[in-house]
Every structure is written in C-alpha cells, then in structure tokens.
C-alpha cells in the first residue's frame, strides 16, 4: 500500500460501513489506538539546515531510520531536535521520498556518495522511481567499470612488488614493454621486423630491372637469394618470438586460442610449408596462394597500436549493426540486379547477361562507384538504375553512424583509462607519504613520550611542552593504543616505508652507543621484530647491538640521492632515533656525505643541560622546515661506514641514540 | 502537405468554435455554487496549432477546487478543527486538484483491497458520497460522508448505510440491488479464499437478508424496515459502534 493512501485508511474504514448490515456474523474488535497522539511536527536538523515534518510522514516507512526508533538515537535534548550531520542536498531528496512515495536521484549528485547517503537511511535503491532509475543505474556501472578498471592497474602495479617467476616476469614483459628496458627492446625489434618483413613482401613483386630476353623480372626473382635470406631472418624472429609467448603465458590453452597468437601462427606457417614442400610443379600454384597469407604479419602490429587494437574491438562491438548494414544490402544488391536483367533482357549485347552477373552492376552502383563496365542501355534499366544509385546511398549511410560513434565511444573510454592510470600514479605516491607520515607519527609520539620521561631525568622542562603540543587528543589515544598492542605482543612497530628504513639504516649500523639513562627508562623491553630484507629495522637493538651492527647495511648502494622532495621530510624527520647532545649542534648538511661526518660533540651524559633532539637521519632537512622547537637535527654519529662493524662496538660515539623502536 | 506541421484536429477546431458560442461553454467546471473555482490555465485563446487539443484537456484536468474555509466545515461536520486539517491533507495530498473524480476514488480504494476487485463497490460508495451527483467528490461531499459515518448517530449511520445499498435512490432496496451490492463485497475477497467462493453464495447471502430485513415480504426492503430490523439486531448494533473509534 502506498504510503500517501495511508492517510485514507480511516475513509477506508468508515466505508466498511456498507458491509455491517449484511453480516452474519459479528465483526471482531477494532484495535485500539494506545497513547493517541496528535500528529506532531518534528524538526530534523541536517548539518545546520532545518526540515520540519509531520511524525506521520516519517512513520511510512518503519523499516527506514527516520521511520523507526533508530532516529531517537539522533534526538538532541536541549535543541529538542534530530540532528544529522550527513549532507542536506542528499537529504532533500530523502525526505521527499518520504513525502511522496517516490525516490529520485539528482544528476547532479555523485553516485557512491549518494549510495552512501541512501546507505545510512536505510533506504534500498531498488526504490528509486522509473523516471530516475535508469539513470541511476547508469551512473552506477560506470562507477563499477572504473572501479574494476582501477583495481585491475593496481593489481598489475603491485604486482611489481612480490618476486615473480622468471616466467611471470616474462609474461609481463612481453605484455608491457614498458616494464623493463629488455621489453621495451624486443617490443621494437619485433616492431621492426615485422615492417621489415612487410615491405620485403611488397617490394619482392616489384619489376626491377629486365634480364636478356626482355623479360622483366619482379626483384624477387631476380634477387631471390638475398629475399630468401630475409624471409628467413624474419620467420626465425617471429618463430622465437611465439615460442617465447607461448612458454610464457600464463594458461597456454586460451594464448593459443587468442587472436594474436593465430594471427602469429598465420604469418609464419607459410615459410615452413614453402620449406616442406618440394619444388613440384604441381602444387607450386597452391604455394604461390599461401605465400598470399604473409601478408598476414601485417597484423602483428596490432599488438604495437592501441589504436588498431580499439578498431578491432569496436568492429567486434558493432557486429550487429555491420551485419544489418550487410543484410540490407544483400537484399538490395539481389532486388535491383534481378529488375536490372529483366530490364537489360531485350536490349542487344547487353552485358548484363544473367542475374549474377547484375550484380557486380549493383554492387558498383549502389556504393557509388560507377566503374562504368556496365551500362544500361533500355530506358527501363536507366530508370531503374538511378532509383538503385540513390538507394545505395540510404541504405550504406544509415549504420555508419551507429558504428562511428561506438568507435568514438571506445576510444574516449580507453584515453580516459589511460589518463587515469597517470593520474592515479601521482595519488598513490601522495597517499604513500600520507600512510607513512600516519604510521610515523605515532613513532614520532612515542618517542617524545619516551623524550619526556627522560626530560624528567634531565629537568628542563621547557623542551617538554614543545614536543608535546601538536598532537591532537584523537591522535594521542589512537598512538596509546597503538603503544599497548606492542606491549601486548612484545613486538614492536617498524616504519613501513623501504625508503627511509633504508637511509636509516645507513645510520643504525653506525650507531649504537651506550645507552646510559635511557636504559632504564626508555628500553623497549621487548624483542624486536627483525624485518624483512625490504625494511630493515631501525631498531636499536640495547642488548642486541652487537647482532644488529653485524648485519652489514647491504643497501648502501641503494640509497637513493639526498634530494627528496619536500613532502618526505615531516616523515623523516620522525625518524625513532633520538639523540642526546650536549652543547651545540653541528650544522645541518644536505648531502650524503654528512652520512660519514663525526659529530664532534663530546658526550657528557650528565651534563644537566643536555638537549634532546630527535635526528634527522635523512639528510635533506633544510632548516626553513624543521618543526615546532625541535633543534637541529644530527646527522649523527655516523662513523665511517668501512669502519663501522669493527668499530662499533668500540666507539663511544658523542651521542647517545635511543630508537624508539 | 509536406514541409507544414500538422494541422490541428478537427475536433480541436470544433471545440474552439464551441467555446466561442456561450451557450455551448464545456461542462468542465463542477457546478458548485459556494465553491471557489479556478481554472489554472485561463487561455482560452491559445497562440499555436498544437497547443490547441493539449490545452483544451489541460485545462479540464487543471480544474482547482478549494472548499470552503475550515470554520464553515467546522460548523457543518461534527470533526474538530484538528481532525479537519488532518483529512484535508490526507486528501489533498492523493487529489492535487481538490475533487475525486471516480477513475481515481476507484483507483485510491483499489490500494487498500490488494487482491480482490474492489472497483465495483467503489463505484457504489462513489455514487454514496457524491451527494449532489455531479460526478465529483469534492472535500465537502467527501468530509460530510466522513462526519456521518463516524460520528453520526447509530440511526444517521444506518440511514447512510441504506443510502449505499439503495442503488437509485428511489428509497427502497430491491432483490438486484442487493444482489449487485452482494456480489461487488464478494469481488473484493478476491479468487484465492478459503473455502472457495460459490457461484450462489451471494444470491445466498440476500435471501438471507431479505429474510431478516423485508418484513412485509413484498420484495423489497424500505427505510422503515431497513432500521427497524437492524435495531433489533445485536450484532449489527455492536458493529456500528465500531466507528466511533475510527479517528
């Protein structure tokens, strides 16, 4: 029952009437209204906008938020209101699907968030009127298609990460060429003999030069040798290159079924046929058809054209309106070249001598062309011959369209793929850094928890309130929590990014100190979680120094330069090690070598006016950016790296490392 | 002709002739003398060709109908101010134009008899509230209905009901009026019942009302008869109660 005819529920009731006096039997009880309310208003309060409407109106719908108690949870005391903090335009719609029964969907509105509102009323879209539905639905499976399309170059990108066989990354090479260098290598030589191999067959029937007898000789003949040479180069190419795909491919089954790979097969079967048979003279003529099918390689360059790629996909997707276009003119070709011989019948020496024969008149007529080989020569078949030109022009015209704009259609969709994936490249960069700068945070935190108590130790306080400021109470409980599910577990965070593990890890293996007061306070107790080969630890490793210094950093090769965009710093700057100096700072230096400076400061454990500072390990801090109060970053202790295994234990070096970690 | 939009209808030219003889004005406004009514669409004269034979349904279908202020209703009805509001939005909101017609009475009742046919009976309840039989429920005529049914006395209640069943107001019941009252309740139970529905249980049902009902045996049942058997009826004495508690 509608929810509008509700309202003439009583008005049905009160027609019963008509049915009392013809009853037999007496009527049963009619419910009773318990707490009879007068129908009220109620203020529903979205995000600052106020929408005011009859209890009675939300009540339609009992199996919708604002329909059930669920909205009590909602109601604000002191404002005696409901207040929503969702989207008021999305709402508009909302509340007019409670008034009329009907739920639209504007067009201006974004799919998911939509969704995502329809979600939280708990209202199902199936409910959404016709008059908007299929626009809904619509916008919906574009949304899907990007969706899928999105998941899908991730999967391919991530797929980057995990080591592959040797035969998925071949795989992946002949699909990408842009993957490797060696990909995009074989991508260009294939390219390259395959235009080859093409002008080689179409230059090989040229008629080059005349032998005595004057005969002229196509350059194929006249040069076999060296055409042979080439051919056979080619086939050898495009031979390894198909057992390649084919040893490659992930099911072999459906590569050999794929399209590419037939058209693959096609080019190169004629040249091992040409190699079995024998010179007879017989089946040379059937040799001479096959060689027909070399040009075949041409299509090869489909697999180097996206462009081609797209023709051939919408040719596929148009298939219904191309065999419409066919059948039309099938049937126009047979009607007009049957009246044309009717017609031509009497005149003499007419060409056009039987049905079959009119219909290479028709066919060149009604595509215009006109060649001219066969004229009507009767009036009747003039007439008739017009009417068969302008028609052609109709029925060849008509599906055009259809398959042009499915081309058009095809190719925005795959430029905007493309465009896409570009763009998803910068986001996946920023949101990395923002994922990191998250996880680094909470390091960061720790570490001037751990700053903190240690201040205590040393007294100054000052320090204190500049490093805690700058966390918000959310970011604080969530790092708390975080802190407790390591002491849970015994284990610890590592910073998730290979980036600055690695730098830092430059630096840990020179590191390691004494850890002097921190011990006590700030040791993390617990084992520490020995990373994978992609991220190794920044720990500091108290009692494990001596394991964690022995690992030799094997990624000092890799470090990247020191120029690291702006971006990174904050999270470099998190960096869980944290030095105690005393005195002053050594200057901040922007290159790599700063890696190997020696700090210079003597360490004076108990010196009272010692200056925590958390180090920069990465180099490229400039000083304009360094946060709130904290002081210069140490490049650190860093001794020489040769040394370092030898020397570290040995080194007391001038600062004292705690990792928070 | 090729090339020209299309001419207008004939009966589009005709209607246009017609308007301007006053004698011949279409009988699309209700005749509702205490009523405001206003045409939305006042063009009688309209500009385009096309437009003609549109507008010319446009503005039967846009036909406006306010009733009459809340005070007066309020004296005429036994409902309070509160119930009144109530009503008219109930029935504003499913009648935009502010009269029923019976596509829509019919239409509207369907909604709450799901699966039988209630088109019948509704056109006989139509007939019911229409009181002044111009082919339109107005809010009035609906209102008024209303007020008797519910808050009328057993006796007015009665009266109505007997208005219902008397197909052509000619103050009696006869054996087919009842049958053809009889058969449009049984419609609307629809096919699926249990037990299955007889041919003869609604020719059944009015012998047996006649019975109870015709007191003179001459037929057909008249007003006198009519209360004075349902007054000596418990049952249906209990029923009529039922509506007090309606709204």
Redo the contacts between chains.
């Keep these: ?2 929810a ?2 509700a ?21 049963p009880l ?1 419910p ?2 318990k707490n009879k309310r ?2 009220e208003l109620i203020i529903l309060n979205v995000s600052g906008r106020r929408f005011q409407t009859w209890r009675t109106t939300l009540e339609r719908y009992p199996d919708t938020l604002l329909g059930s108690t669920e909205k009590e949870f909602f109601f604000n005391e002191d404002t005696k209101e409901y207040f929503f903090d969702r989207d008021p335009e999305v709402f508009r719609c909302i509340l007019n699907f409670y008034r009329t029964g009907k739920l639209h969907y504007p067009r201006y509105e974004c799919i998911s968030a939509y969704d995502e509102e329809l979600a939280f009323y708990g209202i199902l879209p199936e409910i959404i009127g016709d008059c908007c539905y299929e626009e809904y639905k619509d916008r919906k499976r574009e949304n899907a298609e990007r969706l899928m399309d999105d998941n899908d170059s991730e999967n391919n990108q991530e797929g980057s990460m995990p080591s592959l066989s040797f035969r998925q990354t071949m795989w992946r090479a002949f699909e990408n060429p842009h993957t490797s260098t060696l990909a995009l290598v074989f991508y260009y030589v294939t390219g390259f003999f395959i235009a080859v191999s093409v002008i080689t067959n179409v230059v090989e029937t040229v008629p080059c030069g005349t032998v005595p007898g004057n005969k002229e000789l196509p350059c194929g003949e006249r040069y076999a040798v060296a055409f042979f040479c080439l051919d056979t180069a080619c086939v050898m190419i495009f031979t390894v290159e198909y057992l390649l795909r084919l040893f490659a491919a992930p099911s072999r089954y459906r590569f050999i079924r794929s399209v590419m790979s037939i058209i693959d097969v096609v080019a190169i079967m004629p040249y091992y046929i040409g190699l079995v048979m024998t010179n007879n003279e017989d089946v040379s003529g059937a040799f001479v058809t096959l060689r027909v099918f070399r040009v075949f390689r041409i299509f090869k360059f489909s697999r180097h054209s996206q462009g081609l790629r797209i023709l051939g996909y919408t040719l596929k997707s148009c298939a219904s309106e191309l065999g419409f276009l066919l059948f039309s003119l099938t049937m126009a070709i047979i009607i007009f070249a049957t009246v044309m011989f009717y017609a031509e019948k009497g005149s003499s020496a007419s060409k056009f001598t039987s049905i079959p024969a009119s219909f290479w008149y028709t066919i060149v007529t009604m595509t215009t062309l006109g060649y001219g080989d066969m004229v009507p020569k009767t009036i009747a078949g003039k007439i008739f011959g017009s009417i068969c030109s302008l028609s052609g022009v109709l029925v060849i015209a008509l599906p055009v369209p259809v398959i042009v704009s499915n081309f058009s259609r095809i190719y925005h969709q795959n430029q905007r793929a493309d465009k896409r994936r570009a763009q998803k490249k910068a986001r996946l960069a920023r949101i990395r850094v923002a994922k990191t700068g998250s996880s680094n945070a909470y390091l960061h935190s720790k570490r001037n928890g751990l700053l903190n108590e240690a201040l205590e130790l040393t007294g100054s306080t000052e320090e204190e309130q500049h490093m805690t400021k700058g966390t918000s109470l959310i970011e604080s409980q969530h790092h708390h929590l975080l802190h407790c599910l390591e002491k849970t577990t015994g284990l610890s965070y590592l910073v998730d990014d290979p980036l600055l593990s690695v730098r830092a890890s430059t630096i840990k293996n020179h590191e390691f100190i004494d850890e002097q007061m921190f011990e006590q306070n700030c040791m993390e107790s617990s084992m520490q979680n020995y990373p994978s080969s992609r991220s190794p630890s920044l720990s500091s490793h108290h009692g494990l120094t001596t394991s964690c210094c022995s690992r030799r950093n094997k990624k000092t090769t890799h470090l990247p330069n020191s120029s690291v965009p702006a971006t990174r710093l904050r999270s470099m700057q998190e960096l869980s090690t944290i030095h105690i100096q005393c005195s002053e700072q050594p200057s901040l230096t922007t290159s790599r070598s700063s890696l190997n400076m020696k700090s210079d400061d003597g360490l004076r454990p108990n010196c009272k006016a010692a200056q925590i500072t958390t180090a920069i390990i990465s180099i490229p801090t400039p000083p304009a950016l360094t946060p709130e109060g904290e002081s210069r970053p140490t490049p650190g202790s860093p001794g020489h790296s040769t040394n370092i295994p030898t020397t570290t234990t040995t080194t007391t070096a001038n600062i004292v490392k705690v990792s928070a970690l | 002709l090729p090339g020209n939009p299309p001419v207008q209808t004939k009966k589009a030219l005709k209607q246009r002739f017609l308007k301007l003889l006053p004698c011949c004005r279409p009988k699309s406004i209700p005749s509702l003398s205490e009523s405001k009514t206003v045409l939305a669409s006042a063009a009688l004269s309209s500009p385009g060709f096309l437009a003609d034979s549109v507008e010319d349904e446009f503005e039967l279908s846009t036909v406006c109908h306010r009733p009459e202020g809340l005070d007066q209703l309020q004296e005429q009805t036994k409902f309070t101010r509160k119930e009144l509001q109530v009503l008219y939005r109930g029935f504003k909101n499913e009648c935009p134009s502010g009269i029923v017609n019976e596509e829509n009475f019919k239409q509207i009742y369907s909604q709450f008899f799901p699966q039988g046919d209630s088109s019948t009976y509704a056109s006989f309840l139509f007939n019911a509230f229409d009181t002044d039989h111009d082919g339109s429920v107005s809010f009035e005529d609906f209102v008024s209905g209303l007020s008797t049914i519910l808050r009328g006395t057993i006796d007015d209640r009665l009266n109505w009901a007997f208005n219902l069943y008397d197909l052509n107001k000619d103050g009696c019941i006869t054996k087919e009026e009842m049958l053809d009252i009889m058969k449009s309740i049984y419609d609307m139970m629809g096919k699926y019942t249990y037990p299955a529905m007889r041919e003869e249980a609604p020719r059944e049902h009015v012998e047996n009302f006649f019975q109870k009902m015709d007191r003179n045996k001459d037929g057909v049942v008249t007003i006198e008869e009519f209360l004075e058997s349902c007054q000596k009826d418990e049952n249906i004495m209990r029923s009529m109660q039922l509506f007090d508690s309606v709204i």
């Design positions: 029952m509608a509008g005819v309202a003439w529920l009583p008005f049905a009731r009160a027609a019963a009437i008509g049915w009392m006096p013809v009853a037999n039997c007496p009527m009619a009773t209204e007068q129908d």
